[in-house]
């Protein structure tokens, strides 16, 4: 895969404090990077230093193998972002903003504003004052906006923050449909962590400004198999009858009353038979699934970091 944005050994200081420490990130092109991380995790300043808004206090970022400097600009042109929210003049329509956006960075091509805003779905409303907008539409316009130019990397900062399900699932959409129709590379930073799990191909994980963990969607998906979780009343003697009486060796204590059990050829309803024959109270039995979430979770409370 061709890398079209590396970051190497990235840090950031604010007076004496690390916000940003030695990040390591590849964005393949093609591709959406999930940049997820609780709130003032370091996300938005790594975009912002990925765009030349910020300086680095140390490490190197490449953007179609050039290296950004603090006198970089050229490469923007190949860039759109929103970082934090998009601001737009509330008494003028949707068109009326693009227009005035494209008159102000030189785009003179006539269709250039319908195009766009026939691909956010906001073609019917173009007329409509911005002050009428919702904030989900406010968050498509914003996108209208950063693709005009038809950049080839798409850079979001928390783009659904605060939408409610139809405007999530719009921006979902929308994104899906901007990497695999327009080839658009997306980076898109969020704390929801079942949203970039629905669209993401790679996500780096990020707390305290160090990258916890990067890696491809479908290595997290095949690692968080399936598993049996058991609800009991006896946990030591549950133990033993998976241990000795059903050769059960991959299992996981949750808490006093919740085992975890993995990869096992036994049926559900032979461990159930046998734990309720050796007088154990069988409270619940169902599958289940890691997810992202329990994976980001993981991460961020003690895992391994490996930037």
């Known amino acids: 895969m061709e890398t079209v944005i590396h970051i190497h050994q990235l840090t950031k200081e604010f007076k004496g404090v690390e916000t940003v420490s030695s990040v390591n990130m590849n964005i393949n092109r093609g591709e959406i990077y999930g940049f997820l991380g609780p709130n003032g995790a370091g ?48 008494r003028l329509t949707a068109k009326e903003n693009l227009q005035l956006h494209c008159d102000y960075i030189g785009i003179y091509e006539k269709e250039a504003v319908k195009e766009v805003l026939e691909i956010v779905g906001l073609k019917d409303v173009r007329n409509k004052k911005i002050h009428e907008f919702s904030l989900g539409m406010k968050q498509r316009l914003g996108i209208a ?30 994104l899906l449909l901007l990497k695999e129709q327009h080839g658009i590379t997306i980076l898109i930073s969020s704390h929801i962590v ?44 549950t133990t033993q009858v998976l241990e000795k009486k059903l050769g059960i060796q991959k299992y996981e204590v949750v808490d006093q009353h919740c085992i975890r059990i993995f990869a096992t050829d036994i049926s559900q309803s032979q461990i159930n038979q046998e734990l309720v024959l050796n007088g154990i109270v069988v409270n619940g039995i169902e599958k289940q699934q890691h997810n992202l979430e329990e994976y980001f979770l993981k991460l961020i409370n003690g895992g391994n970091r490996d930037a």
Do not use: C, W
Not at 49 to 69: A, H, T, Y
Not at 149 to 172: A, S
Not at 201 to 223: F, Q, S, W
């Open 194 to 237: 079942s949203e970039i799990e629905s669209i993401a191909d790679t996500i780096g994980i990020i707390d305290h400004g160090k990258l916890l963990k990067e890696v491809r969607m479908e290595e997290v998906r095949a690692e968080n198999m399936e598993y049996l979780e058991i609800k009991v009343d006896n946990l030591k003697k």
């Open 145 to 174: 906006r950063a693709i005009v130019t038809k950049p080839e990397i798409l850079i979001l900062d928390e783009p659904i923050n605060g939408l409610d399900p139809i405007g999530i699932k719009d921006i979902r959409e929308l």
């Open 43 to 90: 996300k938005t300043t790594i975009m912002k230093m990925i765009l030349n808004l910020v300086k680095p206090s140390s490490g190197e970022i490449k953007v179609f193998d050039q290296q950004v400097l603090p006198t970089s600009y050229q490469y923007l042109k190949n860039i759109g972002s929103i970082i934090e929210y998009p601001e737009f003049y509330q």
